[in-house]
């Protein structure tokens, strides 16, 4: 009776079990998924049975199935062993197939898969580029991932690599890099990893004869990267210069806080971003997993040299959980997941259209080869499944390869990991950088703090002298030392090796086909190259320049031509001979004609007694001599006494005013320029003027870019002008700006000197005997030079535009060319307000003029004396000289300022009484009796 209400109880719970519960919690359907991995591979051994847990335990995503994860382990390379275990795996009924790792023993498992219509899936990277009817590779394709490493590149604008690979599997990913080679790449040099783990060798090896070369590209296994660097390192081949770039999608998991990352400036790609939702509830699973068991493993390998940076090593134990790298998913264990979370959507999405997943048992052994009903079915489903997983958007095409994916660029600089932008076929451009140019400029700015920077340059006044007591200074240093306190580097200055600016050459001693700054840069015998080096497109194309620190152009340096001196009458210049000859014939004429028309016109007929109103006779002002009197009076702008009174003569004396108005202000306004500027001897005055001539020399430095400039000219005259410099013998070039600008004061005219144009201006400011001729030829600047692809550059050049914008490198050019010992030309022109003082050379025909107008007065009165004295010795019939006696003693009586009437003895005493007339007013006549 008892067993009766037991069975009651027990089926009534059963029956509400069944009519009240919905369907959809019955027990799900368990699937078994197939996993063949090396021992050596424990990793993703563990990421297969973790994902499968993880699935089952998500009942929201996947409600209908639990995944069993059924495992084998194959030895490495052994393909008989990997096919057994495949067919064993068949035999438990599986939907799918997972592993193994191998290239080798993959190809023939997916022999089996395909003859079994079981769906395959790859979670590694297969350079054979194995096709199958029902295989699915979750690995970014290869080709697609060797496109992104030579877009990479070539955005970079790395023209000299180095590249060091593993093995040959190496070359089927750097493909598109090789491709490169002789557009982008100039300079490739190939080496592979030494087996073991002692990479000094080949390092030591690279810096000696490779050192000049600074892009390294390393295609290896992520665990071999801590101990390539730290032994890079070693050998001085990691620097701040150096850039490296890891083909490796693992860069994540390098601990880029460990000394060995410290301040190396290191770039890959990144499939998986640690940062995504999904992923932190599997790491921490995954920590909490090794922290239970504690038994943890290290992937980065057996060296001593990891045991205290990454813990215990691996090894072969099994059972090991190893802890994740830096608590970071391996990029094919994040695949893995991937991989794992598509069988379960596929076998979902069947379920969804009413399709139930039935595995069945397959017997590799049997005489029939029958494959899994299903499997054709279920392998289209996966290729059609896309979801968002671990490692980006899933997206497999018909041939079951991802050829879309997305990849993030990282780069380790300063210890810190830092994303810089994205790749993806799908881009127009496929390279889009995420950092702003303030981050990145920070960035460098960051990495310069604390450096010591080889500055090379070559000594040349102002821009670096060398004094004997080891003290450097001059415009470049200023400029350098105002970068250094800003971005808090330190600097070390060195002489150029050879003593030239840089010049492209055939000399075998320079290896990269250079000389002076630009050869040092090559080499990297330093890290910046300043001075007096122009920016040209011959330069650029080898290393990088900077902002234009100053714009400058070539012109010609040439000794100041010797003043002439100045001319005795010089204050006849202001006209020419002949318009002084139209001058006095002007004069001549209107003179005569102003006497002419006065005597024909009758109102220049006066009355000469005023008091007499009908008087015998008239008399003309205007006469012949005070004509000649007014017309040169006006001349002189003096005026005079003498005054027209008829219409016709002031006509004329109007138009003579307005005449010499116009005339004297001309000359007026010429004399002061006449006087004050100073003929220069005849010479060359421009460019144009030096092949027209073979007096004067004329040359450039011997090793620069002004050579070079007249060289590669299409301009006829610059061609004319280095065709006559090259056949010049000896070649008129000089080693030095210094040695130029002597030459030109030396050779004193005979020699003229091509050079920058603030060159010039700073010579001119120390010598005025020198001059600038011309305006400049070109129009270009100076610079600091830095090797190609520098990430120093764009941090200068903000910082210079910024000192350009206020004044700062007007202020150091003022400092070194006009401060410092400049401005001695300025002063002196300066002292008189810009003026030239006179001398007696400029005046002295003024002098002369005065002394020969005084001493033709002093003719003239003796000549009068003489003839006076002579007049009244007649009229009083004495002796001549004694009337010169009594003339002159009377003359030199200077206190007597009256002189008594000398009476002629033949004139009428009664007239004499009555009129007491001087005998000058009768002009030596006697007056008439009326």
């Not at 202001?574 to 004429?589: K, N, Q, R, S």
Request: glycine residues 8%; negative net charge.
């Amino acid at each position: 009776m008892i067993l009766v209400n037991k069975f009651s109880i027990f089926l009534t719970i059963e029956l509400f079990i069944i009519t009240i519960l919905p369907s959809t919690y019955s027990l799900p359907q368990t699937i078994r998924i197939g996993g063949l991995f090396d021992i050596s591979d424990p990793y993703e051994e563990t990421a297969f049975k973790h994902s499968a847990e993880r699935i089952n335990v998500d009942r929201n995503a996947f409600p209908l199935y639990d995944l069993s994860a059924q495992l084998e382990k194959v030895q490495t390379g052994d393909s008989y062993n990997a096919s057994r275990k495949v067919c064993e795996l068949l035999s438990e009924g599986v939907a799918g197939v997972i592993g193994p790792q191998t290239p080798a023993t993959a190809s023939h498992v997916q022999s089996v898969c395909d003859v079994f219509n079981i769906p395959r899936i790859e979670t590694k990277w297969d350079f054979r580029l194995s096709k199958g009817e029902f295989l699915i590779n979750l690995y970014p394709h290869p080709e697609t991932l060797s496109t992104a490493y030579a877009d990479l590149i070539e955005a970079w604008g790395w023209s000299r690599v180095i590249i060091i690979y593993e093995n040959n599997e190496s070359f089927v990913r750097l493909q598109g890099i090789f491709e490169l080679t002789g557009t982008i790449i100039s300079d490739m040099v190939v080496k592979q990893l030494p087996e073991g783990d002692d990479f000094r060798p080949l390092m030591k090896d690279l810096r000696s004869n490779y050192g000049d070369i600074e892009q390294i590209i390393i295609d290896c296994q992520s665990s071999k990267l801590p101990k390539i660097f730290h032994d890079a390192k070693t050998e001085e081949m990691v620097t701040h210069d150096h850039k490296y770039f890891l083909t490796s999608l693992d860069i994540h998991i390098l601990d880029h806080e460990d000394e060995v990352f410290a301040n190396v400036n290191i770039t890959g790609f990144r499939l998986v971003d640690p940062s995504k939702p999904k992923m932190e509830p599997i790491v921490q699973s995954w920590k909490h997993r090794v922290t239970v068991t504690g038994r943890r493993g290290n992937y980065f390998g057996e060296d001593p040299f990891y045991s205290g940076r990454y813990g215990p090593n691996l090894g072969d134990s099994g059972g090991i959980i190893p802890a994740l790298p830096n608590n970071i998913l391996l990029t094919e264990m994040a695949i893995m997941y991937d991989a794992m979370e598509l069988f379960a959507l596929g076998l979902h999405h069947r379920s969804e259209i009413n399709q139930i997943i039935r595995p069945e048992s397959i017997n590799c052994d049997t005489g029939s080869i029958q494959g899994w009903s299903q499997g054709a079915y279920f392998m289209n489903i996966l290729k059609q499944i896309k979801f968002e997983g671990l490692t980006g958007d899933i997206n497999i095409d018909q041939d079951g390869q991802r050829r879309i994916f997305k990849l993030e660029v990282m780069e380790i600089t300063t210890r810190n990991l830092s994303k810089i932008g994205d790749w993806s076929p799908l881009n127009t451009q496929k390279l889009v950088w995420t950092r702003t140019q303030e981050e990145t400029l920070k960035l460098r700015a960051d990495d310069l703090h604390g450096m010591v920077l080889n500055i090379t340059t070559k000594p040349s006044e102002p821009y670096c002298t060398f004094h004997p007591d080891g003290t450097i200074d001059g415009y470049s240093v200023d400029l350098i030392d105002a970068l250094a306190q800003h971005f808090k580097f330190k600097y070390i200055f060195h002489k150029v090796g050879d003593g030239n600016m840089g010049a492209a050459t055939n000399d075998s001693t320079y290896k990269h086909g250079w000389n002076g700054l630009i050869g040092e840069i090559l080499d990297n015998k330093a890290h910046l190259a300043i001075g007096d080096m122009s920016i040209t497109s011959a330069r650029a194309g080898v290393i990088d320049f900077s902002f234009p620190f100053m714009n400058i152009g070539i012109s010609i340096l040439y000794k100041r031509p010797e003043k002439s001196p100045p001319k005795l009458f010089s204050f006849l210049e202001p006209f020419h001979f002949e318009v002084w000859i139209y001058m006095a014939t002007a004069y001549l004429g209107v003179s005569l004609i102003l006497f002419i028309i006065a005597r024909i016109t009758p109102f220049e007929w006066l009355n000469p007694h005023p008091c007499v109103e009908s008087p015998d006779e008239l008399e003309l002002t205007l006469h012949l001599t005070n004509s000649l009197w007014f017309t040169i009076g006006t001349l002189m702008q003096q005026g005079s006494d003498i005054a027209p009174k008829a219409g016709s003569t002031r006509m004329v004396a109007g138009i003579w005013w307005f005449f010499t108005l116009i005339l004297i202000s001309s000359y007026t306004a010429n004399l002061a320029a006449f006087l004050t500027s100073e003929g220069m001897v005849e010479g060359i005055k421009d460019i144009k003027d030096l092949p027209k001539q073979t007096k004067v020399k004329f040359g450039t430095l011997e090793s620069g870019s002004t050579r070079a400039f007249f060289k590669d000219s299409k301009f006829p005259l610059y061609q004319e002008i280095s065709k006559i410099m090259e056949a010049m013998t000896p070649l008129p070039h000089v080693k030095d700006t210094k040695d130029g600008v002597e030459k030109v004061k030396k050779e004193n005219g005979n020699y003229a000197f091509f050079m920058e144009s603030a060159g010039i201006e700073f010579a001119m400011e120390r010598d005025c005997s020198l001059v600038q001729l011309g305006v400049p030829l070109d129009s270009k600047g100076f610079g600091i030079g830095f090797r190609k692809g520098s990430k120093f550059r764009d941090a200068f050049n903000i910082k210079l535009l910024d000192m350009a914008q206020k004044g700062e490198l007007e202020k150091l050019k003022t400092k070194w060319w006009i401060t410092n010992g400049g401005g001695k030309c300025k002063t002196e022109a300066s002292a008189t307000g810009g003026a030239t003082a006179l001398t007696l050379g400029h005046v002295g025909g003024v002098f002369v003029v005065l002394l020969g107008g005084c001493t033709m007065a002093v003719v003239m009165v003796f000549c009068e004396f003489m003839w006076k004295a002579r007049k009244l010795a007649k009229d009083a019939e004495g002796s001549v000289w004694i009337e010169i006696w009594k003339e002159l003693k009377f003359a030199l009586q200077c206190h007597n300022e009256t002189k008594p009437i000398r009476k002629s003895q033949s004139i009428n005493p009664t007239i004499q009484q009555s009129e007491s007339v001087p005998y000058l007013a009768f002009n030596g006549k006697e007056p008439s009796d009326n």
